[in-house]
Nanobody, 114 residues
Framework: QVQLVESGGGLAQPGGSLRLSCATSGFAFASTSMGWYRQAPGKTRDWVGYIADHGATNYAGAVKGRFTISRDNANSTLYLQMNNLEPEDTAVYYC????????WGPGTRVTVSS
């Protein structure tokens, strides 16, 4: 069955970096455009950015220039490199198809604090 499993979260200081991973299975990852999403405490789940099946990327304004999405089609894994982290990046991060048609994974918690 379809599985999405996010990992790599943790505590980071402002200005620090983290790299998140999303291991996937059960669907044709290489031909699927994928996105990252995040949900801050008390807020709705928001779109962070996406990577198309052919590799083009786009990002929300709040993370553009700081976050980079990449993919490893051979291993059906999605990545989110987060640099120059800000306290406002504190959230649980999720991956999904850009149509949000896959079951959500458990997410990975990112906390940015000094």
């Amino acid at each position: 069955q379809v599985q999405l499993v996010e990992s790599g979260g943790g505590l980071a200081q402002p200005g620090g970096s983290l790299r998140l991973s999303c291991a996937t299975s059960g669907f044709a990852f290489a031909s699927t455009s994928m996105g990252w999403y995040r949900q801050a405490p008390g807020k709705t789940r928001d779109w962070v950015g996406y990577i198309a099946d052919h590799g083009a990327t786009n990002y929300a304004g709040a993370v553009k220039g700081r976050f980079t999405i990449s993919r490893d089609n051979a291993n059906s894994t999605l990545y989110l490199q987060m640099n120059n982290l800000e306290p406002e990046d504190t959230a649980v991060y999720y991956c999904n198809r850009i149509t949000l048609s896959l079951p959500w994974g458990p997410g990975t918690r990112v906390t940015v604090s000094s």
